[in-house]
């Protein structure tokens, strides 16, 4: 399964105990993503998928914000990992 391809990135430690961790739920959130853009590549006119993508994109944009803002090193590991953007160097 896709999950389990993810799941597989975080080290061993944060499995079982982090599962609330914003690295955690960037990284399920970035599972659905990718496979909501999937689906919606077939059934375009499922708006209400569309709107659920929006809903878990505009999530997963703030709790970026967040980490960015809290912790930058572990942000710039996060996004380079999962490949979502490009890190800011500044």
Same mark, same amino acid.
């Given at each position: 399964?896709? =999950? *389990?391809?993810? /799941?597989?990135?975080? +080290? #061993?430690?944060? =499995?079982?105990? *982090?599962?609330?961790?914003?690295?955690? #739920?960037?990284?399920? %959130?970035? *599972?659905? /993503?990718? @496979?909501?853009?999937?689906?919606?590549? %077939?059934? @375009?006119?499922? $708006?209400?998928? #569309?709107?659920?993508?929006? =809903?878990?994109?505009?999530?997963? #944009?703030?709790?970026?914000? $967040?980490?960015?803002?809290? *912790?930058?090193?572990? $942000?710039?590991?996060?996004?380079?990992?999962?490949?979502? @953007?490009? +890190?800011?160097?500044?």
């Amino acid at each position: 399964m896709v =999950k *389990n391809s993810f /799941i597989s990135l975080i +080290p #061993q430690e944060e =499995k079982e105990e *982090n599962r609330g961790s914003v690295e955690f #739920q960037v990284f399920s %959130f970035t *599972n659905k /993503i990718r @496979r909501l853009t999937s689906h919606l590549e %077939f059934h @375009r006119k499922d $708006y209400l998928s #569309q709107r659920g993508l929006r =809903k878990i994109l505009g999530k997963r #944009q703030r709790l970026l914000a $967040y980490l960015s803002k809290k *912790n930058r090193v572990r $942000y710039n590991k996060l996004i380079g990992r999962l490949d979502i @953007r490009e +890190p800011k160097t500044h």
